[in-house]
């Protein structure tokens, strides 16, 4: 409150020579003194605070940027796109449902925001940059990129009676081939335009990139080998282009998407055997909410995260650092 009040100095130091004249009348000079060294404490304590307020609150912001999300008609790929335009960033929301992406673009301009559906295959450059091509001509800028596409798919999974040397190469291929090239596919695209700026790519990794979780063998391939890149990457956009493009990865921990839902609860909400063990061993004892990405998101893709590069920020409630003791 304080703060605020005095944020005009010049009317500060006339209000203190005012009060000042009134405790020396009222005080005597001793009790005076310790008067005003409380009051001027107190005012220096909320001023740095106003100050610190003020540059946290300039550089964790999107506004007049413009952001890329790929796999943006998903669940987590929602909570991306929100909190981008929450942030005041305007979004591209880019997926192959058209239908969800018109439906999520015209939502958000409706409430004041600014989006573009983007149709597109992240695995087909022609596409993708056409998707640009939109983008610029209504943006004319991008200024980050979500690489949220991907997922698991059936052939990717090894069950527990299944031969682990008899594995579905074609179906773990694919697998890899969504969460990986789904996501360098797009940076080789959308990241050249990004570099003309700057800005910041953030990746989706996953908690099973370096913790064995059983059954999801091509996705926690896939994973791994994006926490690789992310490194390799964020290296190289360095030594080209110093602090002005960066990459890191999101590692999310288990949040419920239609792609999980029948794996980790019942058709009456209650979890299965795998979704407890989850439970169990995230120390929050629950599943994410997948809003609860957004702050780690915002604040990779905005300049607040400036120094950051080459790493990975997790999300997980706890799971990664707990030992299961």
């Known amino acids: 409150m304080l703060a605020v009040k005095f944020s005009n100095i010049d009317r500060l130091k006339n209000d203190l020579s005012v009060l000042t004249d009134i405790l020396h009348c009222e005080l005597g000079q001793g009790v005076l003194y310790r008067y005003l060294a409380q009051i001027f404490y107190i005012i220096e304590y909320f001023l740095r605070r106003q100050k610190q307020f ?61 989006a573009i559906a983007l149709v597109a295959n992240v695995m087909d450059e022609a596409q993708l940059l056409a998707a640009q091509t939109k983008m610029l001509d209504t943006f004319g800028r991008i200024d980050g990129l979500v690489n949220g596409a991907g997922g698991n798919m059936p052939g990717g999974v090894v069950g527990p009676d299944q031969d682990v040397f008899s594995l579905n190469m074609e179906g773990l291929r694919q697998v890899m081939d969504l969460n990986l090239y789904g996501t360098l596919i797009p940076t080789q ?45 964020a290296l190289e956009l360095a030594n080209r282009y110093g602090d002005k493009v960066r990459m890191n990865a999101l590692v999310p921990g288990f949040f419920l998407t239609e792609q999980n839902r029948t794996l980790l609860t019942n058709p009456d909400g209650s979890f299965t055997q795998r979704g407890e063990l989850i439970v169990q061993n995230t120390p929050f004892k629950r599943l994410g909410n997948p809003d609860e990405l957004i702050g780690a998101l915002v604040w990779l893709l905005s300049d607040a995260s400036s120094f950051v590069t080459g790493t990975t920020v997790k999300v997980d409630g706890g799971f990664l650092a707990f030992s299961g003791v």
């Open 54 to 114: 003020q540059i946290m609150n300039s550089t964790l912001t999107l506004q007049d940027k413009a952001i890329i999300v790929t796999g943006g008609t998903g669940i987590l790929g929602n909570s991306f796109i929100k909190g981008i335009v929450a942030a005041g960033g305007a979004v591209g929301i880019l997926g192959r449902n058209e239908q969800v992406a018109t439906e999520r673009a015209e939502a958000i301009i409706k409430n004041g925001g600014k």
């Open 189 to 233: 695209i959308f990241g050249k335009t990004i570099a003309e700026r700057g800005g910041s790519i953030v990746n989706i990794s996953s908690v099973s990139s370096s913790s064995a979780i059983t059954r999801v063998l091509g996705y926690s391939l896939a994973k791994s080998a994006i926490d690789s890149y992310t490194r390799w990457f």
